[in-house]
T-cell receptor, first 112, second 109 residues
Framework: ETGVTQSPTHLIKTRGQQVTLRCSSQ?????VSWYQQALGQGPQFIFQ???????GRGNFPPRFSGLQFPNYSSELNVNALELDDSALYLC???????????FGPGTRLTVT | KQEVTQIPAALSVPEGENLVLNCSFT??????LQWFRQDPGKGLTSLLL???SQREQTSGRLNASLDKSSGRSTLYIAASQPGDSATYLC????????WGAGTKLIIKP
């Protein structure tokens, strides 16, 4: 059984650029949730996708957008990057919307 | 609005000690509560998940309890080892996971 994977591992972008982060869910899971974790803080919920539909969104601006594909993998897109977007971005998959979440290793995004 | 607090923010104990990490939440209408471990610069490893109808869960040297009425959960680690050193986070699920800031645990050999 393959766990949750994320790509890339690290990324450096310039303010104003756009970025796409990718997540492959664990086999058999139909739900993907995305989180942003700033240094020294707990993760903050960005949004969740269930069966290709957005199923809840945290307090993040519209420049944070997502997508879930028929194989339940997912993308997080961030437009017009700001310095405060520098963080560890985590995705988690689960068997259903309220199930136990299994996390990927994260993507470390640095915005300069 | 759910708020999750973890106390203490940091803890350093000698190897072999039993210890308790605390997690409190303000809204008792949760589906479940989950404890995670995070090593520096790494992702999250799920340790234990307690459903709202349960009082505790155990896995090896770890035991997590849940008291919804008081808005508290504890993670008990028995016979601590240096390999237990990490940041421990709890997260309460209403419609989404709301996280505490974590307790950074250091086990001294």
């Amino acid at each position: 059984e393959t766990g949750v994977t994320q790509s890339p591992t690290h990324l450096i972008k310039t303010r104003g650029q756009q970025v796409t982060l990718r997540c492959s869910s664990q086999s058999g899971h139909n739900t993907v949730s995305w989180y942003q974790q700033a240094l020294g803080q707990g993760p903050q919920f960005i949004f969740q996708y269930y069966r290709e539909e957005e199923n809840g969104r945290g307090n993040f601006p519209p420049r944070f957008s997502g997508l879930q594909f028929p194989n339940y993998s997912s993308e997080l897109n961030v437009n017009a990057l700001e310095l405060d977007d520098s963080a560890l971005y985590l995705c988690a998959s689960s068997f259903d919307r309220n199930g136990e979440q299994y996390f990927g290793p994260g993507t470390r995004l640095t915005v300069t | 609005k759910q708020e999750v607090t973890q106390i203490p923010a940091a803890l350093s104990v000698p190897e072999g000690e039993n210890l308790v990490l605390n997690c409190s939440f303000t809204d008792s209408a949760i589906y479940n509560l989950q404890w995670f471990r995070q090593d520096p610069g790494k992702g999250l490893t799920s340790l234990l998940l307690i459903q709202s109808s349960q009082r505790e869960q155990t896995s090896g040297r770890l035991n997590a309890s849940l008291d919804k009425s008081s808005g508290r959960s504890t993670l008990y680690i028995a016979a601590s080892q240096p390999g237990d050193s990490a940041t421990y986070l709890c997260a309460a699920r209403n419609y989404q996971l709301i996280w505490g800031a974590g307790t950074k645990l250091i086990i001294k050999p």
